[in-house]
């Protein structure tokens, strides 16, 4: 059973950088084909992708956003963090990693299977 | 970047209606196309991929369909369990995109 899970600040400043972390179960982060993706939702809006990155270390980042972000991942831990510096009240969301499953599990195109619970951000002075 | 254009934003219909939701791409994405239902407060959870296989455990009455820049997700008979927000996701190249949602609502 796949599970992820996103810990982090629920209240940040303006300015302030923010750190978010997925840990996760059921699945490494060292198998082929395999990776962890990052979402987030403003409140009442759509979902954006934000960033992306593989079992190989391979990233991939929202070009509106790539300056501001930084994805790492520590397979032993099960955990992939997300780095969001300067932060704005504009970036009031919640954030949700998922899992990316790999192509040789059956799925021919990237999705996102497996989703945390998300975890609400507020930027606030 | 790739635009994902949904149509309707929102949508009433009754229990055990038929009702589809289209999705546009600005440009051709081929059949990487993926979906979404989200209920209020919860994470999304995929029901379909590639344009149109279905994911373990999702009801045979969501089906997709579609490949280029159109597509469409269609529910059979609508349940009381399926009145939710739907999201596509277009996974042919990044930045990958959303569409901007279509909510269902129970007339």
């Known amino acids: 059973q796949i599970t992820l899970k996103e810990s982090g600040p629920t209240l940040v400043k303006p300015t302030q950088t923010l750190t978010l972390t997925c840990t996760f179960s059921g699945f490494s982060l060292s198998t082929s084909g395999v990776g962890v993706g990052w979402i987030r939702q403003p409140p009442g809006k759509a979902l954006e992708w934000l960033a992306l990155?593989?079992?190989?270390?391979?990233?991939r980042y929202s070009p509106s956003l790539k300056t501001r972000l930084s994805v790492a991942k520590d397979s032993s831990k099960n955990q992939v963090v997300l780095t969001v510096t300067n932060m704005d009240p504009a970036d009031t969301a919640t954030y949700y990693c998922a899992h990316r499953p790999p192509y040789s599990s059956g799925y021919y195109v990237e999705c996102f299977q497996h989703w945390g619970q998300g975890t609400l951000v507020t930027v606030s002075s | 970047d790739i635009q994902m254009t949904q149509s309707p934003t929102s949508l009433s219909a009754f229990v055990g209606d038929r009702v589809s939701i289209t999705c546009r791409a600005s440009?051709?994405?081929?059949?990487?196309l993926n979906w979404y239902q989200q209920k209020p407060g919860k994470a999304p959870k995929l029901l379909i991929y590639g344009a149109s296989s279905l994911e373990g455990g999702v009801p045979s009455r969501f089906s997709g369909s579609g490949s280029g820049t159109d597509f469409t997700l269609t529910i059979s008979s609508l349940q009381p369990e399926d009145f939710a927000s739907y999201y596509c996701h277009q996974s042919y190249s990044t930045p990958y995109t959303f569409g901007q949602g279509t909510k269902l609502e129970i007339k």
């Open positions: 990155i593989y079992w190989d270390d391979a990233k």
């Open positions: 440009q051709s994405i081929g059949r990487y």
